[in-house]
């Protein structure tokens, strides 16, 4: 759950949208006096825009299709930091045992084709960036299209 959240659909049809996300989660052990420390914070902000009546024509070998709907195209960008850190209780020794910081772009393009299908064209990128040297940094990078069918009204 965001700890604080904003979201604006403006009078034009352009989205803005902040978000703050926070947790803490602690563990205490006795068997070897231990308290295990995971915290996480994570910034998103983001933009959309909607086109209204956007056609759009699909051909085929044998016929072609034309449609008139709405186009919904959103971005967001985020920053997610995730920290362990094993905390010793008889001595002051603490340790990040492990922990990334996160940064994630998100875009996508939402058209619906009928009241019942609707297509969305996307792109994801996320650049981990480890605090220790147990790993190491990596990207990953998702394109694609996705149709979405709904059975219910």
């Known amino acids: 759950n965001p700890l604080i959240n904003v979201d604006v ?9 902040g978000e703050i996300k926070r947790t803490r989660n ?3 052990s006795f068997a070897n006096n231990q308290l295990t420390e995971v915290l996480s914070n994570e910034y998103i902000i983001g933009m959309g825009y909607r086109f209204t009546r956007m056609d759009l024509i699909i051909k085929t070998k044998n016929s072609q299709q034309a449609y008139s709907n709405d186009l919904n195209i959103r971005a967001d960008i985020s920053y997610r ?4 850190i094993l905390r010793q209780l008889d001595s002051d020794d603490n340790q990040i045992t492990s922990g990334q910081g996160n940064f994630t772009i998100k875009t996508y393009a939402d058209y619906r084709l009928s009241d019942k299908f609707e297509m969305r064209v996307f792109y994801d990128r996320i650049l981990n960036n480890p605090f220790t040297s147990l790993a190491y940094r990596t990207t990953n990078a998702n394109f694609g299209v996705s149709f979405r069918f709904t059975l219910a009204n």
């Open 9 to 17: 659909m403006w009078q034009s049809d352009f989205t803005t949208r």
């Open 81 to 84: 930091r995730n920290k362990t």
């Open 26 to 28: 602690l563990n205490l």
